[in-house]
């Protein structure tokens, strides 16, 4: 079953750590929580995510303010890990299931963790295939867009010092890749922004190619960011002209319980990915 192909992988001594010199970032991986008899087709693990290259100095919060002498000091060869659950339910006689990975604080894992199975997958298994592709449930985007509140757009560029314009090059190194980021949001609690260009980007390429243009300048992609009546955000976002499939986002904090390390356990993480899964399951399509 490949749900046993995974595991071998998340439990593959020599795939503990995986880096990305050129961004310095880490990935490690941690416990992993294997099949059960009562959810065989359901696999789990925390994976340690990383960033290095920069100083930084810790203080603890005090009440009504912050304390005067840092706790610790970070240096730039220092290595800052954040634990992500990735979970994977795979039904054992299906050729698709679900990968679903929390992004804490933006810090996801899933397009590092999944460039590097597939590379270790394609080495012992070269005459055979895997991709993962994005999936919402059917309606999702235009019940959204129709419906919810258009908090903010942020537009982001992605670039080397070289690609910077202005003077934004003069905050990255010749190693770094940057983002620059352009956000857009009302002012006033009663102030909207229009969705039309949205609705429009999502009909046709020629409004998508548009929307990536603001101000004078190309974006790479755009983030519409809407909040739901329950106050939960989730996120749109658009990439570059030929990319037309939105990648959306769920918000799970308020699903979530935390334990003493300020971190969600595992339990809560779990439920609310098993959650989401059967959201998603309907519109699948799973064969």
Known sequence: MFIDILQQFLEDPQRRDWSDEVSESTLRMGTVYKPTNEEPDVIAAWVKSGEKGFASEIFESEEGGVGEQPSYRRKPEDVEFIPVLLLAKLPAMRSRGFL???????????????????????????????????????????????????????????????DMFGDTGSWF???????????????????????????????????????????????????????????????????PEGEKTPRAGYDVTDHLSFAQDGHPTYESLRQAMLGYIEILTPSSEES
């Open 173 to 239: 190194d010749s190693k770094t890749l940057g983002d620059v980021r352009t956000v857009v949001s009302p002012r006033g609690r009663r102030a909207r922004l229009s969705k039309k260009p949205l609705e429009q980007a999502l009909e046709d390429d020629k409004s998508l190619s548009s929307l990536l243009e603001f101000d004078g300048q190309t974006y790479d992609e755009v983030r519409t960011t809407f909040i739901d009546r329950r106050g939960r955000e989730h996120s749109i976002l658009l990439g």
């Open 100 to 162: 679903v990975c929390h992004s804490p604080k933006n810090r996801g894992i899933k397009t590092k963790f999944w460039d590097s199975f597939k590379t270790w997958f394609r080495e012992r298994y070269p005459h055979l295939s895997v991709e993962i592709n994005f999936c919402t449930p059917e309606g999702f985007h235009k019940k959204l867009i129709a419906e919810e509140q258009l908090k903010k757009v942020t537009y982001i560029r992605h670039m080397k010092p070289t």
